[in-house]
């Protein structure tokens, strides 16, 4: 009976870290939608995956910009220093 007793303690401490963890894992879900919301104006999901992907083709195109325009000085720059 004591063995019973002790196994059901350890099952109720488990789910009482259980439900903790739930919810504090719903506490910063209910942050991270707080943040979308205050720090890019969106309002479901679905907006927020849609403004990622926006981010996310907008940063490929400057970092695409940014490699052009240094390869173009480098090359400017090389024959700078050949014709010296």
Do not use: P, V
Not at 36 to 44: N, P, R
């Amino acid at each position: 009976m004591q063995e019973i007793i002790y196994n059901l303690n350890k099952m109720k401490e488990k789910i009482d870290e259980a439900k903790d963890n739930i919810a504090r894992q719903e506490g910063r879900l209910q942050e991270m939608i707080e943040r979308l919301q205050t720090e890019f104006d969106c309002k479901t999901l679905e907006h927020a995956e849609k403004l990622l992907e926006k981010l996310k083709q907008e940063y490929a195109e400057k970092t695409e910009s940014i490699t052009t325009n240094f390869l173009i000085t480098k090359e400017k720059f090389d024959k700078a220093q050949i014709n010296g």
